[in-house]
């Protein structure tokens, strides 16, 4: 009996313990999984529960010219935020906050009195005001540094460079082709909350700089686009005319030195202006080129070996029918040589060079030039034109002379390029180099060739066609050149109505298009000025931007002429003028810019004349050595200025 029990006591005994060994064994496997395999998981939740993430604006790299000139750049400013739980007396901190953030007291207050953590107060405020709203000392207020874009140049270049949104992502231009370049890591603030969500503290927040993009250095100089932009500027307003476009390139690699539309816009201030002003229309929009459009038809003729330079052709006394069309020369012609065409500028003669061709061989040679297609410009938006698959009726005839068919304005300049570059088309860029966050080059953009079009006899023989235009009776004596050999070609097309889709019998394009020195090209140029009023034919609206332009340029880059001058008497003014986008800056624009009343601002890459306003303008007292462009700066950037500080600003002349 005695045996049973204690048989049976073992029994429980060992039941018992194999129960509590199951079950530390499962405890010990939840806390594995738990504390191990799940951890991560785990502490992300944990995280998420105590913790307030807010993302904050991430730095971008600058965008700078070809010279080193900054364009647009990243500024590092406070922004104000509330915790709109921890703040106890909302109506009176937000009658000390509006009058600072320029609100209405009630609409604070309704934002200040929402059940949050956190809200944004304002981004990118001026170092006085957050310095004012510091010294209020107000519970659950606080500030995080923030990068704002900020282009010191406003208007120059606003095309190219394009913008950026709050995000900050790029909007247009190279700001969006190279987004991903440009764009930093994005930074953020964590504030702890307790069980119920509410902040603890703001002492508590932890925030994490971001970091800063790549650095995109462009093929653009600042001056050459500078001269361009207020030349353009000055023929459209001369002509009363609705807009206008410039185009200044490398003929020989692709590279865009100068790319000016009109009218503009001040990308620090994107928002005030409508989405055709913000267009690239050098790239996005596509126009019939009318005349210019016969330098191609007469190189693709030429180098096939259908005609020759002296050909005669019967040019009609000015009127000639294909099909159901008439064709009009703007001035009647009896009997006009190849290029005697390219120089007066014959539809009739063009129209019968293109019909000889043959559609099939006009077309291709238009697409190996690049018409139809896009050229790979690296910028957004780019618009492929329009040149027709399918020819019917008169379709041969007018697209010879430029008529039902639309090209951009850098197809065009491209095109071009490939006749002053003997023949050998090349693809247009504008990003030259990309930097890290060092200033070491770390992607190298090299000319690329396309192909060849035309041989470089062709060319040779397109080129002095060319010559014709600018010379004694030709279209575009506007665009001579005292001291240099000029190849160009004017044009005047009709535009459609986009109402009766038809060709309208007053709103025309007046353009000139040509290179520079002919015998040496170094510059393509073209010029479009779109509706002129009055006279609107390209050789009077358009030929003398392309020679005042060309002008400025060449003494820029110190080409020397190779022909003999007139006169000095009788030479027009070349002098380049200095770019002065970056000197005329508004009270609002110096407060955005980096640095503050006694702090450092950042003054790399300003003219002395900005430096001098923006002195008077903070009352800063500072030595200036040397002249050109700012260069090195002592005390550095954001660093305090003190009375016992040598405060001085080293500047070079720009490379």
Known sequence: MKDDREKWARIRIIMIGTVFSLLFLIVVGRAFYLQILQHEELVKKAD???????????????????????????????????????????????????PILGVQKRELINRLSVNKSFIWLERWLAPESVQHIKELKLTGIGFVPESKRFYPNKEIAAHVIGFTGTDPNGLEGIELKYDSTILGNTGYMITERDALGRSITVKSTLVKNSSPGKSIVLTLDKTIQFIAEKELTKAVLESNAKGGMALVMESETGKVLAMANYPTFNPNAFSHY??????????????????????????????????????????????????????????PYSHLNVSEIIKYSSNIGTTKIGTKLGKEKLSGYLHNFGFGTRTGIDLPGESPGNLKHNWYGVDLATISF???????????????????????????????????????????????????????????????????????????????????????????AQKVDPVSRTYSLTRRIGSFAGFVPADNPKLTIVVIIDEPQGVKYGGVVAAPTFRTIAQKTLAYLNIQPNLPTKTAARQPDVKVPDPPPDEQLSDEEI?????????????????????????????????????????????????????????????????
């Open 591 to 655: 407060a955005e810019m980096p640095g503050k009343g006694e702090v450092m601002p950042n003054f790399r890459g300003m003219s002395m004349r900005r430096v001098l306003q923006v002195m008077e303008k903070r009352k800063l007292n500072i030595r200036l050595i040397g002249s050109g462009r700012a260069t090195e700066q002592s005390p550095p950037f954001g660093h305090a200025i003190r009375n016992s500080d040598e405060v001085w600003i080293k500047f070079a002349p720009s490379a």
């Open 48 to 98: 998420k529960q105590h913790m307030h993430k807010v993302d904050l604006t991430p730095a971008r790299g600058s965008i700078l010219d070809r010279n080193g000139t900054t364009l647009a750049e990243s500024i590092h400013m406070d922004s104000c935020y509330a915790e709109p739980r921890r703040i106890k007396n909302v109506a009176g901190t937000a009658g000390l906050l509006a």
């Open 274 to 331: 409508s989405l055709s002003q913000l267009r690239n229309h050098i790239v996005t929009d596509s126009f019939e080129p009318g005349s210019t459009f016969k330098i191609f038809t007469i190189a693709a003729a030429l180098d096939s070996g259908i005609i020759k330079p002296t050909d005669v052709y019967n040019c009609e006394n000015g009127t000639y029918r294909v099909a159901d069309r008439i064709i009009h020369d703007d001035h």
């Open 402 to 492: 430029g008529q039902g068919v639309s090209v951009s304005v850098i197809q065009l300049g491209t095109a071009l390029s490939a006749v002053a570059n003997g023949g050998v088309l090349m693809r247009p860029y504008l990003v030259d180099q990309i930097l890290d966050d060092t200033g070491a080059t770390i992607q190298k953009f090299e000319p690329q060739t396309v192909r060849r079009v035309i041989s470089q006899e062709t060319a040779q023989k397109v080129t002095k066609m060319m010559e014709t235009v600018t010379g004694p009776g030709g279209t575009g004596t506007n665009a001579a050149l005292d001291g240099f050999r000029v190849a160009g070609k004017t044009g005047t």
